[in-house]
């Protein structure tokens, strides 16, 4: 798998001592050749160790209540190659922060997810997003309106009108305002250019992209955002794009929301950088299209990543701007603690006892003046909540049976009256033993939507917040680095569903600062070597496995930071031999740089190509 550079680094912070601690768990993994396993697990049994595992080539065990240092010790027998720490490994989520946006500042997930909280957005450096979209109402308190421009079209009305909740939930994600109202944006404050190219149906045309790409042009926009696209390219819209690219802009839009491996456009265009959606847990949305990188038909065909899924963030439910009152909100406490809840239907509130009615497959005189906490399954939402009703129950709690938010309504023909809100199965054990509960919903300036077009507009906003920290590089290089230093997601390495991972937002800043705006090519140091700091690398496969040999010499210390293509690998000792396994099958080429630790004092750069 690779890692972002600060994934890296804080493997390094957590590794580079470990010989002086104990292990969670004073757990550990001893490598030994196959051949020896039965008489090294014989050996840790002995020592009073429990082993857990026997792999390829190794043995988990638990020696307890002793550090790394002593169990290296015991085990001193020429058939261990390595004794180190069994780290642990958790489930990634990120969830919003719980509470009323009308009411207080709540940060989306992505924003987390994508550690643009890690990174403080540099106003001065004159950073500016053009929003394509359906426009920006101007009823939401929740931007710095001073910061917002845009151009009226005869066609599709004022850019600061909206036509649908889309563009104005488009804009909140890239930079609503930190003014502790509503939610945050990845970029707050960020100057932003609006285009409205949607008509009242909610359609434009090609050449309607390709002349809001001159406006933005000249409105002074670094980056352009496209939650939208169609079937079918068209050489007037990418020549607009490709002339926004090459004058130094950073152009993104959405891969599309099919499922498929159908190619949509602009985000199809070389000049264009295609975004995916994944949702909290790091997986890849259902929806989020997942076109071929292949270009060109048999012998002529090649590898061109550019038209293809480039990097994903978080798009399903995510949390952003509304025009005033069009969204519907929720909150939820249980014995007066608060819980994260999603609207169902019917604004009100309600406070009360509560009563477990299970499944509520039929109606309960225990629920009467009461709220029905109920257990997602079996029938319908609709009718478990009027089943609810019918018993007297004043309020219903729906939790879901699966991990994560439970989102549905009770669907168009509902007839029930009493306000129902989902729940997470993560908080199920608190609601049923809850006492009392309170559910209310009321409108809101504050929604959830799904799609790559949520998730779009979330690395727009990454995009100027780092750029706004390395405002002399260019939009091709903000764009490399998004890359270099995404979070690897799905299977290992790049894919066609993520691209490159999840983007990380302190990540790229910390790439940008370590090897300059041109990546490894140039800047961030001595990346020319010097001083006989050197580094070797031979490539070679081993059972069809790529591997590569580094070595190294005249390091400063006694450990050194290795980088592959750009990202940051591991920090190894300077007087061995690191080996770095490569997972992606098939040949490629691979360059190495190794500086020392914590510096950018680093080697040449060593291509290996297999």
Request: one cysteine or more; glycine letters at 14%.
């Amino acid at each position: 798998m690779r890692l972002t550079k600060v994934a890296g680094a804080l493997l390094a912070v957590g590794l580079c001592c470990s010989a002086q601690v104990q292990a969670d768990d004073s757990r550990y993994i001893i490598q030994v050749e196959n051949n020896g396993k039965g008489v090294v697990k014989a050996l840790a049994k002995q020592l009073g160790a429990e082993v857990h595992i026997e792999g390829d080539g190794f043995i988990a065990a638990t020696f307890a209540g002793k550090d790394l240092t002593q169990v290296k010790g015991l085990l001193n027998n020429p058939h261990v190659k390595l004794v180190e720490v069994d780290q642990r490994r958790q489930l990634m989520s990120f969830a919003d922060d719980i509470g009323d946006p009308m009411s207080q500042q709540l940060t989306p997930y992505a924003v987390y997810q994508s550690q643009a909280d890690q990174l403080t957005y540099n106003a001065a450096a004159g950073m500016k997003v053009c929003v394509i979209d359906s426009g920006l109402d101007a009823s939401n308190p929740d931007f710095v309106w001073n910061n917002i421009t845009g151009d009226n079209d005869s066609g599709t009305g004022n850019w600061n009108e909206h036509g649908g909740p889309h563009g104005t939930h488009v804009a909140g994600t890239v930079g609503a305002a930190d003014n502790n109202l509503g939610v945050v944006g990845m970029a707050p404050g960020v100057d932003m250019h609006i285009i409205k190219v949607f008509n009242a149906e909610g359609w434009g045309y090609s050449s309607d992209l390709a002349h809001a790409a001159n406006l933005c042009s000249n409105a002074g926009a670094n980056i352009i955002s496209m939650s939208l696209g169609g079937g079918g390219s068209n050489s007037t819209e990418s020549n607009a794009f490709q002339a926004f690219s090459d004058a130094g802009g950073l152009v993104l839009a959405a891969a599309g929301n099919d499922g498929n491996s159908v190619r949509s456009y602009p985000a199809g265009y070389p000049s264009v950088m295609m975004i995916g959606a994944n949702d909290a847990n790091n997986d890849i949305a259902n929806f989020s299209q997942f076109p071929s990188c292949v270009s060109g038909r048999g012998k002529r065909a090649s590898e061109d990543e550019t038209i293809c899924v480039e990097v994903t963030a978080g798009g399903v439910d995510t949390l952003s701007t509304y025009p005033a009152g069009m969204a519907t909100s929720s909150s939820m406490s249980a014995d007066a603690v608060d819980y994260a809840s999603s609207a169902m239907e019917n604004t009100g509130s309600a406070s009360s006892t509560t009563f477990y009615m299970g499944t509520a497959e039929s109606t309960d005189s225990g629920a009467n003046g009461n709220i029905c906490v109920i257990d997602r399954g079996a029938i319908s939402f609709h009718d478990k909540v009027a089943n609810c009703e019918s018993s007297g129950g004043v309020g219903a709690i729906i939790i879901n049976n699966e991990p994560g938010m439970l989102y549905g309504t009770l669907g168009d023909t509902n007839s029930t009256s009493i306000p129902a809100v989902g729940a997470a199965l993560e908080d199920r054990t608190a609601l049923i033993a809850a006492s009392s509960a309170s559910v209310s919903i009321g409108s809101s300036d504050y929604g959830y939507m799904s799609g790559t077009s949520m998730a779009t507009p979330a690395v727009s906003g990454v995009a100027a917040l780092v750029w706004s920290n390395h405002s002399e590089c260019t939009g091709e290089e903000i764009r490399h680095a998004l890359k270099a230093s995404a979070l690897d997601a799905g299977a290992a390495g790049k894919d066609v569903y993520f691209g490159y991972g999840i983007v990380q937002a302190k990540a790229a800043d910390q790439y940008l600062t370590a090897n300059g705006c041109a990546g490894g090519d140039n800047g961030g140091g001595d990346n020319g070597g010097g001083d006989g700091f050197t580094l070797t690398a031979d490539g070679y496969k081993s059972r069809g496995v790529k591997k590569v040999d580094l070595s190294f010499s005249g390091a400063a210390g006694a450990n050194v930071d290795i980088y592959r293509d750009g990202s940051f690998i591991a920090t190894a000792s300077a007087s061995a031999t690191y080996t770095d396994t490569i997972s992606t099958k098939g040949g490629g080429s691979y360059v190495y740089k190794a500086c020392d630790e914590g510096t950018q004092t680093c080697t040449s750069e060593q291509t290996v190509t297999f």
